[in-house]
């Protein structure tokens, strides 16, 4: 179950390996560390009161726009990971996106940055005020950093 703690409101999932996740070395699929962090990301909206239905409802969906992994350390079948996930906001219609695949000893096992918008569904654009138009949507805003 995802769980928001207080360091500057770092939302975190926690994941559990899958044998099927895995690739002919035994280790975790590089696409799968994209899947958890597309996870975290959608959890966060959740969380935050943002479901995917909500969001569409208004007319805009959340976009990725550059993605970044830092892979440094292997992770294993059944191993118990945590994801973080912070969105950073600054003036333009983008905002950051900063993550991290921890193992339960604290290794870190990748860093995935990102750049994200929220898309206009119907003009197909970038808004302008990603933060203000999510606080004025979410139920818990504090957790989206808005």
Same mark, same amino acid.
């Not at 654009?125 to 004025?136: Q, V």
């Given at each position: 179950m995802p769980v928001c703690v207080a360091l500057f409101m770092t939302f975190f999932v926690d994941v559990t390996v899958r044998g099927y996740e895995l690739d002919t070395q035994g280790h975790l699929n590089q696409a799968v560390y994209l899947q958890y962090a597309e996870h975290a990301r959608w959890e966060l909206l959740r969380a935050a009161g943002l479901p995917q239905e909500k969001l569409? $409802?208004? %007319?805009?969906?959340?976009? @990725?726009?550059?993605?970044t992994v830092k892979y440094a350390s292997e992770l294993r079948g059944g191993d118990q990971v945590r994801v973080t996930c912070a969105f950073i906001y600054g003036a333009g219609k983008t905002f950051r996106i900063e993550q991290r695949i921890t193992k339960e000893d604290g290794t870190v096992a $990748?860093?995935?940055? %990102?750049? &994200? &918008?929220?898309?206009?569904?119907t003009a197909r654009?970038?808004? @302008?005020?990603? @933060? &203000?138009?999510? @606080?004025?949507l979410a139920d818990n805003p504090e957790l989206l950093g808005a």
């Open positions: 569409l $409802a208004s %007319g805009v969906g959340p976009v @990725a726009l550059e993605v $990748a860093e995935v940055t %990102g750049v &994200g &918008g929220m898309l206009d569904l654009r970038l808004i @302008a005020d990603p @933060a &203000g138009h999510l @606080a004025s």
